[in-house]
Nanobody, 121 residues
Framework: QVELVESGGGLVQPGGSLRLSCSAS????????MGWFRQAPGKGREFVAF????????SYADSVKARFTISRDNARNTVYLQMNNLKPEDTAVYYC??????????????WGQGTQVTVSS
């Protein structure tokens, strides 16, 4: 079992920055993706960014490109989301997601508990 612990959310003014952190505990992994999704009130959950654990390849939603940066720390089993130039429309609950793809075995998805990001003056 893998536990995902998120931190770093909070209230920030438009144009400000936050850094989200998601740490995975319980096991080590290599064939995996870790990323972030978000859900605003009254809207569905949307993709934000992901990073491949082994090769570091990243992908971003168009709405956050050039403002958000995802990174990983393999030694700490931690993924970060640096969010700059935040806008009110970034307000949402942000969820960390881990997808494990062990060779020859079942793929498993794990979700963090979510952390609230509120962008308001």
């Amino acid at each position: 079992q893998v536990e995902l612990v998120e931190s770093g959310g909070g209230l920030v003014q438009p144009g400000g920055s936050l850094r989200l952190s998601c740490s995975a505990s319980g096991r080590t992994f290599n064939h995996a993706d870790m990323g972030w999704f978000r859900q605003a009130p009254g809207k569905g959950r949307e993709f934000v960014a992901f990073i491949n654990w082994s090769d570091g390849m990243t992908s971003y939603a168009d709405s956050v490109k050039a403002r958000f940066t995802i990174s990983r720390d393999n030694a700490r089993n931690t993924v970060y989301l640096q969010m700059n130039n935040l806008k009110p429309e970034d307000t949402a609950v942000y969820y960390c997601k881990l997808t494990l793809r062990p060779p020859g075995a079942t793929t498993w998805d794990y979700w963090g508990q979510g952390t609230q990001v509120t962008v308001s003056s």
